[in-house]
């Protein structure tokens, strides 16, 4: 517990971000080189204090194919840059799929493990990504729900029930919960996915099944939606032009809190809108003395 005025109030150093993108848009590229710090445009340098503060947990297939080549030959990154750490987790994604049983926490089990080992080697101003909120969610739920058609071939109750369905919400809140305390920025990467529902009505969706889906966007304190601008060119550079859009509309979120007054529509460098958000910055690789961030 701690305790302060209004006067000093302050949620947290650290962010509890949801950084929001459609799929195939180089969302992972995006926040790997601005949590160091190494886009073209990034003059006050990363939000980690050194690329060994950077951790990146990833479960999607091939999750960081050609980041490395973008840091080092698009963004002129140098070579010291590629000291962050992975965690990979594919194949353990990819072994649940081997198991004829339900109720299996092998995987939850293992995600645990992992946070707790990156959260030992954390210290400074550290970053730790989440490659995807999607691919995260979508063990958690084969390891509860089981193989399709259920143990053995048959399941007369259909794909799941609701023991199973309060299960993966728990899961995936207490891993939340585990990732968001106020040790590191946390930044979960999600898909976004629009879907017509029976009333003909688009929604927005970040492609977690379930009340899980529905709670998770309220309980971070950042929702931030990266959008790309295809072919527009950071001059001098073959580098498109990112932002993260602080006041995005989606039919499940519309922003956060204190937004308008400290951070404007559009914010190219996150080491910028965090520093304005008062939050902790490390400026590792700062082109020069780091300009200090001014709110709108």
């Not at 949801?18 to 848009?25: G, I, N, Y």
């Not at 601005?34 to 886009?39: A, D, I, T, W, Y």
């Not at 995987?107 to 550290?126: E, H, L, S």
């Not at 193989?147 to 809140?173: E, F, M, V």
Request: aromatic share 10%; with cysteine; hydrophobic share 35%.
């Amino acid at each position: 517990m701690l305790e302060m005025t209004g006067a000093s109030y302050r949620s947290a150093a650290f962010a509890k971000a949801l950084m929001m993108s459609d799929a195939k848009t180089g969302k992972t590229c995006f926040l790997v080189a601005s949590s160091l710090g190494v886009l073209p445009w990034q003059k006050n340098g990363g939000i980690v204090d050194k690329p060994e503060n950077l951790f990146v947990l990833t479960f999607d297939a091939n999750a960081l194919g050609g980041v490395n080549k973008f840091l080092i030959d698009t963004c002129g990154a140098p070579k010291e840059a590629l000291n962050y750490t992975v965690f990979n987790m594919q194949d353990d994604l990819r072994k649940l799929r081997a198991n004829d049983i339900d109720y299996d926490l092998s995987f939850y089990n293992t995600v645990v493990q992992t946070i707790d080992r990156a959260r030992q080697k954390a210290k400074g101003t550290p970053v730790f990504i989440i490659s995807s909120l999607t691919g995260l969610a979508d063990g958690i739920e084969r390891g509860v729900v089981g193989p399709p058609g259920g143990p053995g071939g048959t399941n007369p109750k259909g794909y799941s029930d609701r023991n199973k369905w309060q299960l993966i919400a728990h899961q995936i809140n207490e891993l939340r919960n585990y990732c968001q305390v106020d040790v590191w920025h946390c930044l979960w990467e999600a898909h976004l996915h629009k879907r017509v529902d029976d009333n003909g009505t688009t929604k927005d969706s970040i492609q977690v099944s379930g009340k899980a889906g529905e709670w998770f966007s309220w309980n971070v304190e950042q929702l931030f939606r990266i959008q790309r601008q295809f072919n527009q060119k950071f001059p001098g550079t073959n580098c498109d032009q990112v932002f993260i859009n602080t006041r995005p509309a989606l039919s499940f979120a519309v922003g956060g809190r204190g937004y308008n007054e400290c951070l404007n529509e559009k914010e190219p460098c996150m080491t910028v809108a965090f520093e304005k958000s008062g939050l902790q910055v490390g400026h590792w690789g700062a082109k020069s003395a780091p300009v200090k961030a001014v709110s709108p």
